[in-house]
């Protein structure tokens, strides 16, 4: 379904109206994201009992956008949305309303991904509670003689590609999270049953279906498989293995197979993007024939699929310009301008399935091109989400591509319980989505081109050396370590060594009583920096005014944030070779030194922490999500390569 010459010119006029006149400040996922908490599920974040829509995977995708608007923004509201969605279904025991595990279909086992962020994020067992739930299902799951699960109890014996990516992401994020290894040789299985099973050897695209029992009147009496390639069907299964990879372990002998299945699914689909478009039809390998069109849902996974497969490595950078290309394509076919800062997605299918009743969907291309093409489908929106969040990574300047930022787990090495019973390292480590954790702080690194490492053994100059960044927080005291590794002289030389030869070295400590500063002192104080055994900024409840500190223009190190909330703080006398980088009321706040080729910077608290920098807690007018930003970039560029 093609748009005309005038409908493609008057949506571009448009678009660059909104620009002309400031509308358009936020990006395409954002946009989109605000047009979906307006308009989508609304039913469902203020349902108070049984009655409304049922528990469906399709909140659960736009969901998965939301996420990652809330991680690339660090806007709150895109978080509380997510709560709120999932909360009008999940009761303060972690039962799910409306979900019915007997059913056995795939579908539901979806939206476990916003649990378990919901859970990560902020503890509640509520959610791990019910994202058990889910989990027990796959156990019970209905399976082929070969163990792949069915699609849905009322569909036996058959495997679609949708139900890859509503039950294998979940399934791995939860086998990492609550330590079940066995499950990560049952999540590869799916994926290679599903390939082996679907897969046309000539062209290397997948059927929408299989029929292990070969008896369904859709399916190939010899081979199973349904009668043609959907294009929304290969979309899930891409996402499902890109999304699948973040969880399965770097060692495990599954991961290089899926990796494989990966590049030549990729192949095949690269091998059918429309030309002119950018994008791809709804029958993928048919695109002449009458009646096919250009389908929104679909082209968004391939683009997501294929931008992020090339972000984590699992893809060649050749494929980043096909990418480049459906982005671009997406935008031009597909999106509408639906006020200020807001985007409505068109051209995605509604639906299409195989089987059923009472309307049999017999898998022929008439079915498929007869199903409603509309605006703003949850699937459609929350796939576009996810693909142009990541394309406005891959859009970010990588200017700390090639250099590594490690974090110490030396100083500070705390363990607490997990969810699995086992104990867990915890507090300031990039792995963590909680409060406490630095996973955003990670992300901004990250996106930047940097890549994180975590260095748990004593720093010396050959164990640093790989590391162009290294951050030392919150040295352990006693109450939080029973036998906690001490800064001393020896520590202090290998560490000074390695700045004096250009490293660049973060030293975020705490207050007084909550952080071992009086012999850590030796260190920083080898630079002209002396951590005060005080706490400064001491903020009661929710008064968070006690807390701030306004930045002044012009500052070398924050460019772009004038407000940030640091409370309990100890305070730094600044020496020569140091200077202080921000003061406050007379006090030194932030100092940085140089230091032979390399850099210092020292603040009396780790406040580049999820719990300042999320969005969640503070009000809007503080900009410590900003001043991370802002952070980062300066540290980057006092690396002697970069300067």
């Known amino acids: 379904m093609r748009k005309p010459i005038l409908y493609i010119s008057t949506v571009l006029v448009g678009l660059t109206f909104f620009s002309q ?30 009655k409304g829509p049922k528990w469906s995977y399709d909140m659960g995708v736009v969901l998965e956008g939301a996420a990652a608007v809330w991680r690339n923004t660090g806007n709150g509201k895109y978080f509380k949305y997510i709560q709120n969605s999932m909360d009008a279904y999940i009761d303060k025991d972690g039962n799910i309303r409306t979900y019915k595990a007997e059913d056995f279909n795939i579908d539901n086992v979806k939206n476990g ?91 290397g695209l997948l059927y929408h279906g299989y029929d292990e029992s070969k008896t369904e009147q859709w399916a190939n009496k010899t081979t199973g498989k349904s009668p043609n390639i959907w294009a929304r069907a290969m979309g899930w299964y891409m996402m499902a293995l890109v999304d699948v990879l973040d969880n399965f372990p770097k060692n495990h002998p599954k991961r290089a197979e899926l990796i494989a299945i990966l590049n030549r699914t990729a192949k095949a689909t690269v091998q059918y993007q429309d ?10 390998d048919l695109p002449t024939r009458k009646g096919n069109y250009l389908e929104a ?58 089987g059923g009743k009472p309307k049999y969907r017999d898998g022929s291309f008439e079915y498929y091109i007869s199903e409603k093409v509309i605006t703003n489908d949850p699937k459609g929106v929350g796939a576009f989400i996810c693909a142009a969040a990541e394309m406005e990574i891959d859009e970010l300047p990588k200017i700390g591509k090639g250099l590594s930022v490690t974090v110490d787990n030396f100083f500070n090495h705390e363990f607490k319980d997990g969810p699995a019973g086992n104990k867990i390292p915890f507090h300031y480590l990039w792995d963590e989505d909680d409060n406490n954790g630095f996973s955003l702080f990670g992300k901004i690194f990250n996106d930047a081109g940097v890549k ?7 720093p010396t100059v050959a164990n ?94 924050f460019k772009t944030a004038k407000k940030v909330y640091i409370k309990e703080i100890s305070t730094i006398v600044a020496k020569s070779p140091a200077v202080a980088a921000l003061t406050d009321k007379g006090d030194v706040i932030i100092a940085t030194a140089k230091y032979g080729k390399g850099t210092v910077f020292a ?41």
């Open 452 to 458: 994180t490492s975590t260095l748990s053994a004593a």
């Open 464 to 557: 640093l050396k790989a590391s162009n960044i290294y951050i030392i927080v919150d040295p352990d005291t006693e109450k939080e370590t029973a036998n906690p590794n001490y800064m001393n002289a020896q520590h202090a030389k290998q560490i000074s060594e390695w700045v004096k030869a250009g490293g660049v070295l973060v030293l975020l400590l705490n207050d007084v009583g909550n952080c071992e500063i009086t012999k850590f002192n030796i260190l920083p104080e080898m630079f002209g920096i002396h951590f005060n055994e005080d706490s400064r900024n001491k903020v009661q409840g929710s008064n968070f005014e006690q807390g701030a500190i306004k930045i002044p223009s012009g500052n070398s190190i």
């Open 21 to 50: 006149y400031g509308f358009a400040q936020k990006k395409h996922s954002e946009q989109l994201t605000l047009t979906a908490m307006e308009t989508l599920f609304q039913d469902s974040t203020v349902l108070k009992d049984a």
């Open 603 to 643: 603040v009396g608290d780790p406040w580049f922490y999820n719990e300042y920098i999320d969005g969640r807690k503070l009000p809007a007018e503080f900009e410590n999500f900003k001043a991370t930003n802002d952070l980062v970039n300066w540290l980057i560029k006092q690396v002697p390569t970069r300067k």
């Open 113 to 203: 991904r916003a649990l378990l962020l919901l859970y990560k994020v902020t503890g509640q067992q509520k959610y791990l509670t019910a994202a058990t739930k889910l989990y027990d299902q796959l156990q019970q799951q209905p399976r082929t003689k070969e163990g792949g699960f069915w699609h849905k109890k009322i569909y036996p014996n058959q495997m679609w590609l949708d139900g890859l990516y509503m039950g294998e992401p979940f399934y791995a994020e939860y086998a990492a999270l609550m330590n079940k290894e066995a499950a990560f040789d049952d999540v590869a299985k799916q994926f290679i049953l599903m390939e082996k099973y679907a897969r046309n050897e000539k062209t």
């Open 297 to 354: 849902s679909a082209s968004s996974m391939f683009v997501y699929g294929l931008a992020k497969g090339v972000r984590m490595g699992y893809l060649p950078q050749s494929y980043r310009a096909a990418a480049y290309k459906g982005y671009a394509g997406l935008k031009k076919e597909f999106i509408t301008t639906a006020g200020a800062e807001r985007i409505n997605l068109n051209g995605t299918v509604s639906v299409s399935g195989l």
């Open 275 to 284: 030309a002119k478009s950018g994008v791809w039809f709804d029958i993928v």
